[in-house]
Nanobody
C-alpha cells in the first residue's frame, strides 16, 4: 500500500510560479512511477506529468511542456511539480498518483494509488 499526501497549492496570479509536493509512504518508493494529474470543475481528469522510478525519466502533457518540471527525491519519498508561467487554464485540483509497474503512462486508469489533491487557482 502507498499513501500519498499533496501540498503546496494556493492562489497565484498568471505568470507566477508554484511548487507542489507529494509525500509518499512505503519502503519501495523508488520502484514506483509517480504522476501528477489535474481536474477542473466540470472537466475530466487530465494527465500533467509522470516520472519513472528507475531513471527518473519524465513524461509531460503537451499543455505543460516547457513550463512544468517533475522531479523526485527517493531519499525523502517525495515527488515535486515545479510550475512556472502559470495560466488561468492551469486552475484545477492537482492530484498525485502512483503505479507499481516501471513504465510511465498518461492513462489515469493505470495508476493504483491516489492522493486527495491540492487546489491551484490562477487569477488574471
Amino acid at each position: 500500500q502507498v499513501q500519498l499526501v499533496e501540498s503546496g497549492g494556493g492562489l497565484v496570479q498568471a505568470g507566477d510560479s508554484l511548487r507542489l509536493s507529494c509525500a509518499a509512504s512505503g519502503r519501495t518508493f523508488n520502484k514506483y512511477v509517480l504522476g501528477w494529474f489535474r481536474q477542473a470543475p466540470g472537466k475530466e481528469r487530465e494527465f500533467v506529468a509522470a516520472i519513472s522510478g528507475s531513471d527518473s525519466s519524465p513524461l509531460y502533457a503537451d499543455s505543460v511542456k516547457g513550463r512544468f518540471t517533475i522531479s523526485r527525491t527517493n531519499a525523502k519519498n517525495t515527488v515535486y511539480l515545479q510550475m512556472n508561467s502559470l495560466e488561468n487554464s492551469d486552475t484545477a485540483v492537482y492530484l498525485c498518483a502512483a503505479r507499481e509497474l516501471p513504465f510511465t503512462t498518461s492513462w489515469a486508469s493505470r495508476y493504483s494509488y491516489w492522493g486527495q489533491g491540492t487546489q491551484v487557482t490562477v487569477s488574471s
